[in-house]
């Protein structure tokens, strides 16, 4: 179902603000309320593979976001080999605060709008549309591959989750 959401983290994941960072309007998908990405992605019909989930991490004194797949888990130990020693996962207060604008939990895939750097997990980089979180656990933007590809174009990537 299409709705044009009024939450403002929606807003800023749909380009709105900061540079409008999608060249055109995604497409809004309302749904029920639906915590945890997996559920949501089961809620709306969208497979795991093409749900781009967002992982909030604290590495070199600030914070950045690994997108993988919301069928997928990450492998913490891989990403460290690739960025590093210093990378653990943040915490709900961390992302509490990093996160002001969105409901608890519902982070967007998106680092730009929120001045992180972002690094994406090859598997979620092959999918021919993604579908990211908008930041209220209502709503969710469906992403073309070029749209996903623009957004994320100067992030690393390379393989760091398992799926499952």
Known sequence: MLAS?????????AGQHHGGWLAYPSERLRHDHCPPSARTAQACHVSGDRFAKAV??????????????????????DLKEKLGADLVMANETEIHRLFADCAHGAVPAVGRCYGL???????????PEIYIEAGDHETLLHLTHAQFERLTSNAPHGRFSTHG
């Open 5 to 13: 959401g009024n939450h403002a983290a929606a807003h800023r994941a």
């Open 56 to 77: 909030v991490l604290r590495h070199d004194g600030g914070y950045m976001l690994a997108i993988v797949p919301a069928s997928h888990r990450l492998n913490l130990p």
């Open 117 to 127: 750097d972002l690094i994406v997990d090859d598997s979620i980089r092959a999918q």
